[in-house]
């Protein structure tokens, strides 16, 4: 068994480790920081995302094997009916996820349309979508990976990996609205006071919202 110092030094790891890696993926977004370098003005646009997307997902996998996992017993558990109430936000939040690629593109999030013939990412990035599940929340997909987050049983470990996850999800969608804000102006005021961030209760009949006929 570990002793306290020992817990906290890992714990503490754990945290250094997964918050550096939140701040390197956030500097790194193409509507981050990294916009202001220039390499998004070369002909590397068109594979930006597709680079990014492979690096997160290499990083990430480098990143869960050096963590220093806990060993010890779960700090929380969804035992008997709780059981019933974490199959429910990992469902939900599955859909969350769906609904919102619907509409933003799962090829278009991994980069994928720069193999294709048309490398420009279009869809949903330039028009605000209001309708959909975006007609009920704001950030359905921030919500999603939040419920997936805490879906499961956590360790010392799980628990302080979550915490930052979380606030990265969170202040992410804070972000968001802010580059969102710059880009739509007034239009994108108007949707935010009839549409909530997070919860899914409409404040006005925006969901009705049919979209764009295509």
């Not at 929340?137 to 999603?144: A, E, M, N, S």
Request: net charge positive.
């Amino acid at each position: 068994m570990d002793s306290d110092g020992d817990a906290f030094a890992r714990l503490f790891t754990t945290a250094i480790l997964w918050g550096s890696w939140c701040v390197v993926h956030s500097l790194l977004n193409e509507e981050g920081p990294i916009r202001k370098t220039g390499i998004l003005d070369t002909g590397f646009k068109r594979y930006y995302r597709l680079a990014y997307s492979i690096f997160a997902a290499l990083s990430l996998t480098g990143l869960w094997w050096i963590t220093p996992w806990d060993n010890g017993k779960a700090l929380w558990q969804w035992t008997g009916n709780l059981h019933y109430i974490r199959l429910l936000l990992a469902i939900v939040g599955i859909i969350l996820l769906i609904l919102s690629f619907q509409y933003i593109g799962f090829i278009d999030f991994l980069g994928l349309r720069a193999l294709g013939t048309h490398g420009n990412r279009k869809r949903g990035r330039d028009r605000l979508i209001t309708w959909g599940i975006y007609g009920w929340i704001r950030h359905p997909q921030f919500l999603g990976g939040l419920m997936l987050l805490w879906a499961r049983d956590l360790k010392r470990t799980d628990f302080v990996i979550n915490i930052v996850l979380s606030a990265y999800l969170i202040i992410g969608a804070h972000i968001e609205e802010k580059r969102l804000l710059a880009k739509f102006g007034k239009q994108y005021v108007a949707y935010m006071k009839k549409v909530p961030r997070f919860l899914p209760i409409p404040r006005s009949s925006a969901h009705t919202d049919p979209g764009p006929k295509d």
